[in-house]
């Protein structure tokens, strides 16, 4: 299964602006991102970047500068044609993607198992965290809840849709109260990235947060 990875560089994660500066945001952004690849590839499979720039990291990059639906429908539209032709039986493309801080092959590996046309990792706040499509007619439509958006689509083209329920593949990381998840749960190379801004764990209002104890 051809795995892809979509990743924005250029001023990544602004929702996260009230705590990091944008030099901070791009540097987790890019290790988010060295994260979800290295947890793709201990399932034994090769992830593509599908990125808005030209960028160095250790994965094969795809660059496509449109926005981030018409680039995953143009691979997901040229995937299927090349695995149809191949062996008519479609293998699928995987969609994952680069701010999945805490995933990890096993949670990956219950993503790639369910053998329907289409299979969905939703995130917190109905968005599509990761996701597979075998269906030839299946195209995306992100944001916007989009996890809704996805099972209405999946459902006017006949394509059989399951829904993973997982955690570790839910959560991704958009807000400042997400943080707390990465620095507790996180396994990658996120967590001491959080620590080197100075991010520890925090109860003083009498629930666990992710706070900014010292500048770095
Ligand atoms: N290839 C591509 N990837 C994108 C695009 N927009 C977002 N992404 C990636 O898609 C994933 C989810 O995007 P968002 O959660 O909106 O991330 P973001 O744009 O960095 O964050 P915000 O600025 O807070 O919305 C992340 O892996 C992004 O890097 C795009 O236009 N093209
Ligand atoms: C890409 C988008 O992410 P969100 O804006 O929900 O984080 C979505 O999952 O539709």
Do not use: W
Request: hydrophobic content about 40%.
């Amino acid at each position: 299964m051809h795995v892809v990875v979509p990743y924005a560089p250029d001023a990544p994660k602004t929702r996260l602006e009230p705590v990091l500066s944008e030099r901070e945001r791009s540097r987790l952004a890019r290790v988010m991102l060295e994260d979800v690849l290295a947890a793709v590839r201990e399932t034994g499979r090769e992830p593509t970047v599908l990125s808005t720039e030209p960028l160095e990291v250790d994965a094969p990059v795809a660059v496509d500068r449109r926005p981030l639906t018409e680039a995953v429908n143009a691979v997901v539209r040229s995937q299927m044609r090349n695995s149809a032709a191949k062996s008519g039986d479609a293998t699928g493309v995987a969609v994952v993607m680069a701010d999945l801080a805490l995933t990890t092959p096993e949670a990956l590996e219950r993503l790639f198992a369910p053998d329907a046309d289409v299979v969905i990792a939703p995130g917190r706040g109905v968005g599509t965290n990761a996701l597979v499509v075998r269906h030839p007619e299946f195209r995306v439509d992100y944001h916007g809840g989009s996890y809704l958006d996805h099972r209405r689509i999946a459902d006017d083209v006949g394509a059989t849709l399951e829904t993973v329920d997982s955690f570790r593949l839910g959560t991704d990381v958009d807000e400042p109260g997400d943080l707390v998840e990465v620095l507790v749960h996180g396994t990658g190379r996120t967590p001491s990235c959080l620590r080197e801004f100075g991010f520890e764990l925090d109860s003083t209002d009498g629930r666990l947060e992710a706070v900014r104890s010292a500048e770095p």
